[in-house]
């Protein structure tokens, strides 16, 4: 079992920028990636950003790209989402995730996400 907790999440005006933070615990020797999604009201959950644990490369949702960073700390099993130039539009609950070969996805409890003026 893998526990995944998000943290960082908050109101920021549009432009801004936010930082979120993702700490992994338990069996992560089954963890080969870990990521970001989202999910907006009355809208399915998509995702935004995804990270490769042994080697680091990544892969980036098209509406985030140049504006979005994803990281990791494998020390720390921690996952990082550097989020800037932020538009009302990335409103939404963003949640962490980290998945095993086998295709089993844990999932954290979400974050809120609200960029308004």
């Known amino acids: 079992q893998v526990q995944v907790v998000e943290s960082g999440g908050g109101l920021v005006q549009p432009g801004g920028s936010l930082r979120l933070s993702c700490a992994a615990s338990?069996?992560?020797?089954?963890?080969?990636?870990m990521g970001w999604y989202r999910q907006a009201p009355g809208k399915q959950r998509e995702l935004v950003a995804r990270i490769i644990r042994a080697g680091g490369s990544t892969n980036y949702a098209d509406f985030v790209k140049g504006r979005f960073t994803i990281s990791r700390d494998n020390a720390k099993n921690t996952v990082y989402l550097q989020m800037n130039s932020l538009k009302p539009e990335d409103t939404a609950v963003y949640y962490c995730?980290?998945?095993?070969?086998?295709?089993?996805?844990?999932w954290g409890q979400g974050t809120q996400v609200t960029v308004s003026s």
């Open positions: 995730s980290a998945h095993t070969i086998q295709t089993i996805v844990y």
């Open positions: 338990g069996s992560m020797f089954s963890i080969y990636a």
